[in-house]
């Protein structure tokens, strides 16, 4: 039966259309990226596989990151998971492949919400700090 499916020509379809599916659902992310994420994050657009690889901002922890998420229906995978050593926190990976594309910019825009303010509460919480060392002697 497999035999016959390849003689027909019908695998050769079957990964035509997958390869569209899978091309349109990662041109929806990165624009999703480009529009919700802040210009400090960073990705990898992948040559080949079905996930995009993300660098956070500095000191901001995916880990905690996917705590919120959760809370808003939005699911990733935690860089640290990848690393056997000198685990970055602040990565991420983006899966795509079973994801509808309305769905992924919904994803995406909710977690650029979130990112960004983690990022605000961290610059308020910085310049608290930088008010407290003000010694008037």
């Not at 210009?39 to 080949?48: K, L, M, N, R, T």
């Amino acid at each position: 039966a497999l035999a016959e499916f390849g003689r027909r020509g019908l695998v050769a379809r079957l990964v035509k259309k997958a390869r569209q599916l899978y091309r349109v659902r990662l041109e929806r992310l990165e624009k999703a990226l480009q529009t919700h994420f802040p210009e400090e994050a960073q990705w990898i657009s992948p040559e080949g596989g079905m996930s995009v690889w993300v660098k956070l901002p500095e000191g901001l922890d995916a880990n905690a990151l996917l705590f919120k998420a959760r809370e808003r229906h939005v699911l990733f995978t935690p860089g640290r998971y990848f690393y056997f050593q000198a685990v970055e926190h602040n990565t991420l990976r983006l899966g795509f492949s079973s994801v509808h594309e309305k769905r992924i910019a919904q994803g995406i825009e909710i977690l650029g919400e979130l990112i960004k303010s983690e990022l605000r509460q961290r610059r308020r919480q910085h310049g608290r700090r930088e008010a407290a060392r003000v010694a008037l002697v």
